[in-house]
């Protein structure tokens, strides 16, 4: 059984720091991509970044510039340093990660509550 768990969430003010980790454990063979989505209240599940295998990253324009994805493929934990915070970054924070247990899974965390404000 593969368990995804957050950590590193918390309360800033505008312009503060927070560095989000999230730790893959269970029967694991193998993780391809990892990455990170938000939730903000009222509003759908959205995209903020993502890292392969390899180490090739993608971000969602509103990060860019401020937030930056890493991994520890030894630790199987994928890392969210989140720089400038601003309001609008208030959300539940979820990692995501497709691994290879028995077969490839689309894995989810359980979340994690970043709270920004002004």
């Known amino acids: 059984q593969v368990q995804l768990v957050e950590s590193g969430g918390g309360s800033v003010q505008a312009g503060g720091s927070l560095r989000l980790s999230c730790a893959a454990s269970g029967r694991i063979f193998s993780i391809n991509d990892m990455g990170w989505y938000r939730q903000a209240p009222g509003k759908l599940r959205g995209f903020v970044a993502r890292?392969?295998?390899?180490?090739?990253?993608i971000y969602a324009d509103p990060v860019k510039g401020r937030f930056a994805i890493s991994r520890d493929n030894a630790k199987n934990t994928v890392y969210l340093q989140m720089n400038d915070l601003k309001p609008e970054d208030t959300a539940v924070y979820y990692c995501?990660?497709?691994?290879?247990?028995?077969?490839?899974?689309?894995?989810w965390g359980q979340g994690t509550q970043v709270t920004v404000s002004s």
């Open positions: 995501n990660a497709l691994i290879n247990s028995n077969r490839v899974g689309d894995y």
């Open positions: 890292i392969t295998s390899g180490g090739s990253t």
